[in-house]
């Protein structure tokens, strides 16, 4: 039975709070612990108009983040520092072309996560992964991660966590869970602009599907030993797990490869 957990985007004091209260008091509702990705210091205008007018004050954000963190249980994502895209790099996963990071120097990047991670700790709040804005990132970035002791990335395309350069990715494939056989994911929730008929559809796949469902800190705690990644445990497993789903689907892409040589040879 494939899993999920659940991520949600783009928290900010001037996010649509209406919206971010009626996903946080569901999730609360059926006992499910996502990671949300905060701004630290959000400058990107087009966020700013989808909250439609129901922003918060700063204070009240942290405050709600650090009350999430320390007595809900939920994770704190760094989800970069301004939110402001400064170029068209698609990083690592290909995903949009543009990014905050991606393309930048190790410095330049180094500079834009600490300055992040200062104003988490100025809010008693501890980075428990890091979100990069239009999933773009690239090695750099997961140097400088490594080198501020954010071990945990919420993106990937695998079909189960995985660790590379001593950090744990969480894959992120399709925004919505779906069913499937096996395998892990993350649905990737943008709330700013949600209407009733999406609210309704998440509850409803909850209610039917609850037990599809892991909370997020459980998937690292599974993997992450003493702020290592490592591999024990259920971890030890998803690895081997992962690494057989690579080698099957480089063979099922080799033999369709060797597939189409045939039929191209034959029609010659
Ligand atoms: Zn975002």
């Not at 330049?108 to 979100?131: C, P, R, T, V």
């Not at 950090?167 to 499937?180: T, V």
């Not at 990644?229 to 690494?243: D, E, K, P, R, S």
Request: aromatic share 12%; net charge positive.
């Amino acid at each position: 039975m494939k899993k999920y957990c659940f991520r949600i985007d783009d928290i900010s004091w001037d996010m649509n709070y209406k919206n971010f209260e009626r996903i946080r008091d569901l999730l609360f509702k059926y006992d499910i612990r996502p990671v949300i990705g905060v701004i630290p210091n959000n400058k990107d205008e087009k966020l700013r108009t989808q909250s439609q007018g129901n922003g918060i004050s700063e204070e009240k954000l942290w405050d709600e983040v650090k009350m999430l963190q320390k007595e809900k249980g939920w994770s704190i994502a760094l989800h970069g520092y301004e939110h402001r895209y400064v170029n068209n790099e698609s990083g690592m996963f290909n995903v949009n072309k543009q990014s905050e990071f991606a393309g930048l120097s190790y410095e330049e990047q180094y500079e834009k996560i600490q300055n992040g991670l200062d104003i988490f700790s100025k809010h008693n709040i501890i980075a428990d992964a890091f979100m990069a804005p239009g999933h773009s990132l690239d090695f750099n970035t997961v140097k400088v991660l490594h080198d501020c002791e954010i071990n945990v990335i919420t993106d990937g395309k695998k079909a189960l966590p995985y660790c590379k350069n001593g950090i744990l990715f969480i894959p992120q494939i399709n925004p919505w869970p779906w069913l499937g056989m096996w395998g892990m994911d993350t649905a990737c929730f943008h709330v700013n602009l949600w209407n009733d008929a999406l609210f309704e559809r998440l509850e409803k796949y909850i209610k039917n599907h609850r037990k599809n469902i892991v909370n997020f800190d459980q998937v690292v705690s599974a993997m992450v030993k003493d702020n290592r990644v490592t591999l024990y445990g259920n971890g030890a497993i998803l690895i081997a797990i992962n690494n057989l789903s690579e080698y099957y689907l480089k063979g099922m892409q080799s033999l369709i490869k060797l597939g189409a040589n045939v039929k191209h040879k034959l029609l010659r």
